[in-house]
């Protein structure tokens, strides 16, 4: 049996650490409180449905077929929902993606607004004790009706249908559920339409991938007061008159804290009267990403608090409200934002990377970081290594969130590819984690091959840190897994 470690309240606001615990099993609890509104907002959509009242997926077909009747059976009327919904291709999503999109579909609809049964949200908090993770294939969503058809490869597999995970292992979903000692689903259309029919995918994949960046960010931070310690700069380009003539609340903050690292540095004397911009001007690139990234905390934070879902059901009003709050546009313009961010900051991940590498401008230290250049190549091949990351961030920046095309006989005529837009800044944030883990093993190659002792308390520190971890590079060995463990190193040393 898995160990199950921690508790995430339904009752509770939903934060971006709950979607980063329930990649592995956790405990998910509907309360009371939840119970009694998921209960109340059910027997509203019954009350309604006996007054014959419209409602969309209930009894009508679904997209562009609203139009028709749907099937009269509340079995037949689930099947209507999802079978013809899986279309989805190409590899499964990662595990802790396809987890943190569940999460965020059982925190929507536990909050009672989509009239869905309690045993609904009960199976799918069972399922976080598990090491159950539904195989759901990457493409086939626009955002703009929800993420229907990766959201139905999950109430599929959480009904016994199709594939998915446990333990690691793919295998029928029946077989799964059935090991993980799981009851599997029993859904009407109503249920079946709430667990598709919401942005969740996007907001978990987007949620993820702002941890990883913001991450990231800390980790360059730190690594440029090294890069500046270790080759003796003056500190003068951090200056709080600096950059409070600047203006740029990012920028003024994130020089705050790179002073604070920096505390006791005593400059060399032998740098030029200018540092390279990847030094001199990194509290203002950094800063812009700061306030980059705060726009994107936002975002974020308002959807991990919104009802993703159409029809909404308002008890207290005796409303039943259709419109659009599945139409993921927000997270898919933070999420471009988020990818323009990580590619900067890449580009200034491996600029500084080549600074360090160069003896005409690394204050003489050999070139590529050799301990014996020739007879050895140092730091050349991760060097090499880093435009190629570089490059697939470029490509990979291309917004997405204005990519719209028409679909479904244009009842969706303009949708925001906010998933696309969501997984893409997911990869491009790991790609970002090597870049920084690259820059870490420099330095500490650095170190080893005649950089001088960091004079700021706060470098030597994580100087040390890594030196423990990483051995240097003499002789040459290969340092692939010295790039992972560095980036690893950097997120548990500099935590969220």
Not at 78 to 87: E, R
Request: glycine share 10%.
């Amino acid at each position: 049996m898995p160990v199950v470690e921690g508790i995430i309240d339904l009752s509770a606001p939903l934060r971006s650490a709950d979607l980063r615990r329930a990649a592995a099993p956790v405990s998910v609890v509907v309360d009371a409180s939840v119970r009694d509104r998921v209960e109340r907002g059910r027997g509203f959509l019954r009350d309604v449905r006996e007054e014959e009242r419209p409602v969309y997926g209930a009894t009508t077909g679904f997209g562009a077929l609203v139009g028709f009747a749907g099937r009269e059976d509340e079995a037949d009327q689930c099947d209507n929902t999802l079978a013809h919904l899986g279309a989805g291709q190409g590899p499964d999503l990662p595990h802790e993606v396809s987890r943190a999109a569940i999460l965020v579909r059982t925190w929507s609809l536990a909050q009672g607004a989509s009239g869905v049964s309690a045993h609904v949200v009960d199976g799918l908090a069972a399922m976080f004790a598990t090491t159950f993770v539904p195989a759901i294939p990457r493409y086939g969503s626009v955002g703009a009706s929800g993420d229907l058809i990766p959201l139905a490869y999950a109430a599929q597999a959480l009904r016994g249908r199709g594939q998915a995970y446990l333990d690691g292992s793919r295998m029928p979903a029946a077989e799964a559920l059935r090991h993980a000692g799981l009851t599997p689903l029993t859904l009407d259309g109503r249920d079946a339409l709430a667990l598709v029919n919401g942005t969740s995918l996007t907001t978990a994949a987007t949620a993820l991938a702002l941890d990883s960046v913001r991450s990231s960010h800390r980790a360059l931070r730190a690594l440029t007061c090294l890069l500046a310690d270790l080759l003796g700069c003056d500190p003068g380009f951090l200056h709080p008159r600096l950059l409070g003539a600047y203006g740029h609340p990012g920028a003024i903050d994130v020089a705050d804290g790179m002073r604070k690292i920096l505390a006791g540095t005593v400059p060399s004397g032998t740098r030029p009267l200018q540092e390279p911009y990847s030094i001199r001007c990194s509290p203002q690139l950094l800063g812009a990403a700061e306030d980059a990234l705060r726009y994107v905390d936002g975002v974020v934070a308002a959807d991990l608090s919104s009802v993703s879902d159409n029809p909404l059901f308002f008890p207290d009003d005796d409303l039943v409200v259709h419109g659009g709050n599945f139409f993921g546009q927000p997270a898919a313009f933070a999420a471009d934002v988020l990818a323009m961010v990580t590619a900067q900051l890449g580009n200034l991940a491996e600029r500084q990377l080549d600074l360090l590498v160069d003896p005409a401008r690394n204050g003489g230290l050999p070139p590529m970081l050799a301990a014996g250049p020739g007879r050895q190549h140092g730091m050349q091949g991760v060097q090499l290594a880093t435009p190629a990351f570089v490059a697939e961030l470029r490509r990979a920046a291309v917004p997405a969130s204005m990519q719209s095309l028409p679909t479904n006989l244009h009842n969706q005529d303009v949708v925001p590819f906010g998933t696309q837009a969501a997984l893409r800044a997911y990869d491009m944030a790991g790609l970002l984690r090597l870049l920084c883990g690259s820059l870490a093993v420099g330095l500490r190659q650095a170190a080893h091959v005649g950089a001088r002792r960091p004079t700021a308390s706060g470098c030597a520190a994580l100087l040390d840190t890594l030196a423990e971890a990483i051995p240097a590079a003499d002789p040459d060995r290969p340092l692939d897994a010295d790039v992972r463990k560095a980036a690893g190193l950097l997120t548990a040393t500099l935590p969220l």
